[in-house]
C-alpha cells in the first residue's frame, strides 16, 4: 500500500512538473503582457482614449505599409510646442529635437526577423481595428504586448478569419510558408 | 538540326562512366566523360572549417561557448529592444516604404530603390529609348559599391588630413600663386554641366582639359573625324541590321553601350518575333558577343586585319590579296552582305585608326550610315584622347604648375607608368580627386574625395538625342563632395551645382518632368554627320596582316570588372565571367591546341616573359582561342586599393602601347614557360555537369522556319500514380528564351543584390561552394578550337513533383498553393538531404556565417529578406517578396493584378528580354503564350518532375 502511495504521489509530482514544464515551454519566448517603462511616461490611455486621437495620426504608416512605426518626434511636437510645455516629460521631447538625439523608445511589440508581417495589409485591405491585436489600447496606461503574437495566434486567426478575396485576387491569407517566412 | 538526342542511352540513371565524347561540354578535361575527372558535388574536406576555426584552440574556445551557452538559453528573458523614431522626418519617407529615383549609371538610365534612405536596388529605366528599362551587371552591383568602406573619407594635403576649407583655401592660394600650365583630367564625360563649370575653371585658370580612359575608343572617333569630320563615337541600331560582322568587337558587352546595343541586337535574335539576323565574329579570344554568335571564327588579330581588307575589296573597288586560310570566311561575309545592302552592320574592336577607318569605309559602301549606324556630333561631350593625354605625359616638366586627376588612376593604369610617375615628380602640384586611394592619390599632393553617383547631381548624354538625369539618392555617406563642386569651391564659386544645373534647364515644368522621368529625349542634342571623301589607300597600307609565329599577348576586357573600376566591388568578383566561369582574378587565356603541344592544363602556374618584364599567374585553357594568342584581362593587379581588389590578379596595363596615336592592347610578343606549380582558378563551371543529357535543345533557323518544333520532339513517357493536386488560383510560372539569352550575367547580380546572397570569397568559391541562387550554365559544342556555345540560365525550377521535398526530415521546403517551391529557413536544419536530392542542382548551403562587411556596408541589405545563417540551405524564392509585394500592392489599390505587374529580379534585370514570369492560369498571360509555344520543354522532363521553370529552343542561324 505504501509502495502505491509512494508510486501514486511520483507520478503526480512527475506529470506535475511534466506539465509545469510543457506549460513553461508554451510561452517560451513569448513577451505576451510585456509592458516595460518607456523613457517618456506616455499614456494612449489619455492620447487614444480620453482625447479619442485616431490611432494613425501617430502611426501613419500603418495603412501604407510593413510599418505603422513609432511617431517621429517633431510630431508629438505638433501639439506640445503649445500644449503642456512646462511637463518635465515633454521637455523631454523638445530637448530630443533639440539637441538632435533621439529618444529610445523600449521596443514592446517584437517581431522575428525571419516572418514577414504588413500592417496595411491588415488595416487597408482587411480594414481591421488596431485593437484587434494590439488590444484596448486606449484603456492603458502603460502601453503593454496584449497577445501573444507567436505563429499559432496568426495562424489562428487566418483560419477563423477566411477573409474572401476580391473577386480577381485568387488567392486568400493562407496556411503557406512563403506567405511570411523568406 | 545538331545531334543533340545521341545520349538517349543515357537516360537517368546511367552514370555515363564509359568514356563516350559527349555532344556537349562544359570544359577541355571533361570533354571526355571520365568518373575521376568528373568532380563529387560535396568534395572531401567539407567539413574542414574556415581558416579562422582551423587551430585546436580556438575550436575548444567555440564549443566552450556553445557547451556553456546552452542552459542559459532557457532561463534568458527575450532582450530588451530599442525603437529609435526619426526626430524630423522626411516628408517622402514612411517606414517600409520603398522610393524610387531616376538617376544615371554611367550610360544607363536607372531607378535606384530605396529604403528608409537608403539606396540597395538599381533597376533600368523603363522611359529611356536608348536602354529601354535594360541596365548591365555593373549598374546591378553598383549600390555596393556606394558603401564601400574602403572610401576616402577626408581631404588630404601631403598625407595629412585636413578640413574641406583648409584643402580648398592652400589649393586655390597654389593655383592663383604658381606659375605654369594647369591640366585637368578627367575621365570622358558626356555631362552638359560638368562640361560648363569645367570650362569655367579652365579659362579661369588656363586650365587643359584632357579626357583619358584606359580602356580606349579614340581610334575609333578619330576615324569618324576622317570619315565624317566628326571625333564622336557612333550609335548602332542592331535592330535594323540583318547581317552582323564583328572582327573583335565585344559589343554586347564592353564595346559601346552594351545594354543599348544588346536590347537591340536581341529583338531579332527570336526567330518566333522577328526575321532572324546573322551575327558573324571573327576574334582571337572568345568573348561573351562572339559566344553569340551564328558563325564565329577564331583568327588572330593580324588574320582579322586580312579578312577586313578582305571584305573591303569583295564589296568595293580595292584589292586585296587574302591569305588562303581566310578566303572562305571573306566569302561568306561578303556573300550576306551584299544580300542586306544598308541592312547590316560591320564593326571592329581594335582601338587602331585605320582599321577603324577601313570599317567605316565598308560601312559606307554598303549604305549602313543613316539606318543602321549614326554619327552625331554634340558639343556636350569630351571624349577621351589617347594623342593628347601622350603628349601631356611627354610634355610633363617644371613647367606644369599643377595636374587635377578626377576620378582618374593612370599611374595604375597606363603603360608607361614609370615615365607619368617620373613626370608628375616635376610638377609643382598633383592633385586627385577621387572615391577611394589608389595609386595616383598615393603620389599626389592633395588628395580629396569625390561622391559616388548616388551621391551625385548631374545630367548626362546616355545616347545623341536622350539626357538622362543624376540626382543623389541618399546624403554623403562619408564627408565627400562632388568634384564639380571642388572645382567651383577653388574658383571662389560657393554656389551649389544642383543650382547651376537647374538654372540651365529653363521653366520650372521641363526641369520637374526631367527628375520625375530621368530622361529627356531631344534631336536637337546632337547633329547627324554624312560621310566625306577621304583617300582610303593610306590607311589600308598601314594595316599589318603579316600573321606572327610566335605568341602574341592579348589584353582583353572582362565582363562586370571592365578597365578595373569594379575591382573593389566583391558581387562583381564573385560573378563568374560568362564564358570562362572563373571569379576573382586574371589569368593567361590560352588555347586547347597549345596547351596540348606545351602540356599546361588549367590552374598551372605560368611564367611569362613580354618585353623586359617577367609576370606569373595561372593558365586556363579556353576553346576558342587563337593558338597564338594569349588573353590576359586588364583591371587586376592593383597595389594600393580597397580590401576586395587589392593584390588580386596581375596588372596586365603595362603591356599595352601605343602606336598610330591610340592605345594598343595586342602587340606585344609573350613568352610562356610552366613553373611547375599550380594556383587557385576558382571556377564555378566543372561541378555543374550534366552528365551528358539532353539539358539544351537547338535548332537551326532554317529548320525551325520548316517545323517550329524543330529540335524539341522529344517527349518523355509520363505517368502518375496519386492523383493531381488541383491548381487554382495564381499558378506562377517561368520561361527562359535561349535564343536571345546572350549570357551577360546581369540576373545573377541582381538576384545577389535582390536576395542578400552573401560572397563567400574565392578559397570558397573553388571548395565549390558559392551562394548565388541563379548560375549560368555554359556549354561547348562541337570544335574544341572553334566550339558552339549555349548559355543556359538555371535557377530552382520549383517542381510541382519537387524531389527535394519529400526528403526533408523536418518539412522545410514544400510545395506552395500558387506552385512555388518554398524553403523555410527558421525550419531548416541543415541536412542537405535536399541538395543531395536536387536534379539541378540549384540548392545552396551555408557552411559558415559569411562576412556581411562593415555596418556601413550592410546597410544594401534588402530589409524585406532575411539574412540567412550558418547551416541554413537556401535557393531560388522566385523572388516570393516581389510576387507578395505585387498581390498586396494590387489588393491595396482595388485592382486586378495586372499581367506583368510582378517581375523576378532576374527578368527585371535582363537586357535582352529572355526571362518571362507570370501567372500560367490566366489565359492571356504572356508566360501562358509562352508556354503554349512549339519551342517550350522542360529540362530532364523524363524525371517527371514538373518544373515550373521552361526553356525555349535555341535557334541559330547558322
Known sequence: MKKFVGALVALLVLSGMGAYVIVQARSLGSNQGYAPDQPVAFSHKKHAGELEMDCQYCHFGADKGRHAGVPPTELCLNCHSKVKTNSPEIRKLQNAVDSGENIQWVKVNHFPDFAYFNHAQHVNVAGFDCQKCHGPVEEMEIYEQHESLNMGWCISCHRDNQIAPPEDHKSAAGGDCAKCHY | ?958
Not at chain 2, 443 to 460: K, L, Q
Request: hydrophobic share 30%.
Open chain 2, 1 to 958: 538540326m545538331s545531334d543533340l538526342t545521341n545520349n538517349d542511352s543515357c537516360g537517368t540513371s546511367c552514370g555515363c562512366a564509359d568514356s563516350t565524347p559527349q555532344t556537349y561540354w562544359q570544359d577541355v578535361e571533361n570533354k571526355v566523360l571520365d568518373p575521376a575527372v568528373l568532380k563529387a558535388e560535396f568534395p572531401e574536406g567539407e567539413y574542414e572549417a574556415m581558416s579562422s576555426m582551423k587551430n585546436r584552440r580556438s575550436f575548444l574556445k567555440i564549443m566552450g561557448f556553445s557547451v556553456s551557452a546552452l542552459p542559459l538559453t532557457g532561463c534568458v528573458k527575450i532582450p530588451v529592444k530599442k525603437a529609435l523614431p526619426y526626430l524630423n522626418k522626411q516628408p517622402d519617407t514612411i517606414p517600409g516604404v520603398a522610393n524610387w529615383y531616376a538617376s544615371t549609371y554611367k550610360d544607363m538610365p536607372i531607378l535606384v530603390k530605396t529604403r528608409e534612405g537608403r539606396p540597395i536596388k538599381v533597376e533600368g529605366n523603363a522611359l529611356s529609348q536608348t536602354t529601354f528599362g535594360g541596365a548591365n551587371a555593373q549598374a546591378q552591383a553598383s549600390v555596393m559599391s556606394l558603401y564601400d568602406s574602403s572610401r576616402l573619407r577626408e581631404p588630404k594635403v601631403a598625407s595629412k588630413s585636413v578640413e574641406w576649407e583648409e584643402f580648398d583655401s592652400q589649393l586655390k592660394q597654389h593655383l592663383e600663386n604658381s606659375e605654369g600650365e594647369v591640366v585637368l583630367v578627367t575621365p570622358a564625360i558626356s555631362s552638359k554641366s560638368e562640361l560648363a563649370i569645367i570650362e569655367k575653371f579652365s579659362k579661369k585658370y588656363q586650365a587643359k582639359h584632357i579626357a583619358y580612359e584606359p580602356v580606349s575608343k579614340s581610334a575609333l572617333y578619330q576615324a569618324n573625324k576622317i570619315t565624317h569630320g566628326a571625333y564622336t563615337g557612333a550609335e548602332y541600331n542592331f535592330e535594323n541590321a540583318d547581317v552582323v560582322v564583328s572582327l573583335g568587337a565585344d559589343f554586347l558587352s564592353t564595346f559601346g553601350n552594351g545594354v543599348a546595343n544588346t536590347k537591340g541586337y536581341s529583338k531579332r535574335r527570336d526567330a518566333k518575333t522577328a526575321k532572324m539576323s546573322k551575327h558573324i565574329q571573327v576574334e582571337e579570344v572568345m568573348s561573351l558577343t562572339g559566344s553569340n554568335a551564328d558563325h564565329r571564327f577564331t583568327r588572330s588579330v593580324a588574320d582579322q586585319h586580312d579578312i577586313l581588307l578582305g571584305v573591303l575589296a569583295g564589296i568595293s573597288s580595292t584589292t586585296h590579296n587574302t591569305k588562303a586560310e581566310n578566303k572562305d570566311i571573306v566569302k561568306i561575309i561578303v556573300s550576306e552582305l551584299s544580300k542586306a545592302n544598308g541592312r547590316s552592320l560591320v564593326l571592329a574592336g581594335e582601338n587602331d585608326v585605320n582599321v577603324q577607318v577601313v570599317v567605316n569605309k565598308i560601312n559606307t559602301e554598303l549604305g549602313n550610315y543613316g539606318r543602321t549606324i549614326s554619327v552625331r556630333s554634340t558639343s556636350f561631350e569630351k571624349l577621351e584622347n589617347d594623342n593628347e593625354f601622350e603628349s601631356f605625359v611627354n610634355d610633363l616638366s617644371e613647367k606644369t604648375s599643377t595636374v587635377i586627376f578626377v576620378n582618374t588612376n593612370p599611374v595604375y593604369n597606363y603603360y608607361n607608368s614609370e615615365k607619368l610617375t617620373a613626370g608628375l615628380k616635376k610638377v609643382k602640384a598633383v592633385v586627385s580627386l577621387t572615391l577611394s586611394e589608389n595609386e595616383t592619390s598615393n603620389i599626389a599632393h592633395y588628395v580629396a574625395p569625390i561622391n559616388h553617383t548616388y551621391e551625385s547631381w548631374s545630367d548626362t548624354l546616355v545616347s545623341k538625342s536622350e539626357l538622362s538625369i543624376t540626382q543623389p539618392t541618399i546624403q554623403p555617406l562619408y564627408g565627400t563632395r562632388m568634384y564639380v563642386e571642388t572645382l567651383m569651391s577653388l574658383m571662389g564659386d560657393n554656389t551649389s551645382f544642383y543650382d547651376f544645373m537647374k538654372s540651365t534647364y529653363t521653366g520650372s515644368t521641363s526641369w520637374n518632368k526631367f527628375l520625375h522621368d530621368g530622361v529627356m529625349q531631344s534631336a536637337s542634342l546632337s547633329r547627324v554627320e554624312s560621310p566625306r571623301s577621304f583617300n582610303i589607300a593610306n590607311y589600308i597600307k598601314n594595316i599589318d596582316t603579316k600573321s606572327s609565329s610566335n605568341l602574341t599577348l592579348s589584353l582583353y576586357v572582362k565582363d562586370g570588372i571592365g578597365n578595373g573600376d569594379f575591382g573593389d566591388n566583391p558581387w562583381i568578383q564573385e560573378m563568374p565571367n560568362p564564358i570562362t566561369k572563373a571569379t576573382w582574378g586574371n589569368y593567361f587565356m590560352v588555347s586547347p591546341v597549345w596547351a596540348k603541344e606545351n602540356s599546361v592544363k588549367s590552374g598551372d602556374i605560368l611564367e611569362a616573359k613580354i618585353g623586359g618584364t617577367t609576370i606569373k599567374t595561372v593558365a586556363l585553357v579556353q576553346p576558342g582561342t587563337d593558338k597564338n594568342t594569349v588573353g590576359l584581362a586588364v583591371g587586376y593587379g592593383r597595389t594600393i586599393a580597397g580590401k576586395t581588389a587589392k593584390g588580386l590578379g596581375v596588372n596586365a596595363y603595362p603591356f599595352m602601347s601605343a602606336s598610330n596615336g591610340s592605345f594598343t592592347y595586342n602587340s606585344s610578343t609573350i613568352e610562356l614557360k610552366k613553373t611547375g606549380k599550380t594556383g587557385i582558378l576558382a571556377q564555378t563551371q566543372t561541378h555543374h555537369s550534366m552528365e551528358g543529357r539532353d539539358i539544351v535543345r537547338e535548332a537551326t533557323y532554317e529548320e525551325y522556319m520548316q517545323n517550329p518544333k524543330a529540335g524539341n520532339t522529344k517527349k518523355a513517357k509520363l505517368f502518375h500514380i496519386y492523383p493531381e493536386h488541383k491548381k487554382d488560383g495564381h499558378q506562377w510560372a517561368m520561361a527562359i528564351n535561349l535564343s536571345t539569352c546572350t549570357g551577360c550575367s546581369s540576373c545573377i547580380v541582381s538576384c545577389n543584390a535582390e536576395n542578400n546572397i552573401p560572397v563567400v570569397g574565392k578559397e570558397e568559391v573553388n571548395n565549390r561552394r558559392e551562394m548565388h541562387w541563379l548560375r549560368l550554365d555554359r556549354y561547348y559544342k562541337g570544335d574544341e578550337s572553334n566550339p558552339e556555345v549555349v548559355h543556359m540560365p538555371m535557377l530552382c525550377q520549383h517542381c510541382d513533383n519537387a524531389p527535394c521535398e519529400n526528403v526533408c526530415p523536418v518539412m522545410a521546403t514544400l510545395q506552395s498553393s500558387d506552385g512555388l517551391n518554398q524553403q523555410v529557413y527558421n525550419r531548416c536544419v541543415g541536412t542537405r538531404y535536399c541538395a543531395n536530392n536536387c536534379p539541378y542542382k540549384v540548392r545552396r548551403f551555408n557552411w559558415f556565417n559569411y562576412d556581411r562587411g562593415s555596418e556601413t556596408e550592410r546597410m544594401v541589405l534588402n530589409p524585406d529578406i532575411s539574412t540567412r545563417t550558418r547551416g541554413i540551405m537556401e535557393k531560388c524564392s522566385m523572388c516570393i517578396q516581389r510576387i507578395q509585394d505585387g498581390k498586396l500592392s494590387a489588393k491595396r489599390d482595388r485592382k486586378p493584378l495586372k499581367d506583368g505587374a510582378i517581375q523576378t529580379a532576374c527578368q527585371q534585370s535582363c537586357p535582352s528580354d529572355a526571362i518571362i514570369f507570370g501567372d500560367k492560369n490566366d489565359p492571356n498571360s504572356k508566360i501562358s503564350k509562352y508556354l503554349a509555344e512549339e519551342r517550350k520543354y522542360v529540362v530532364l522532363e523524363d524525371l517527371n518532375v514538373q518544373p515550373r521553370v521552361n526553356y525555349l529552343t535555341k535557334i541559330r542561324n547558322k
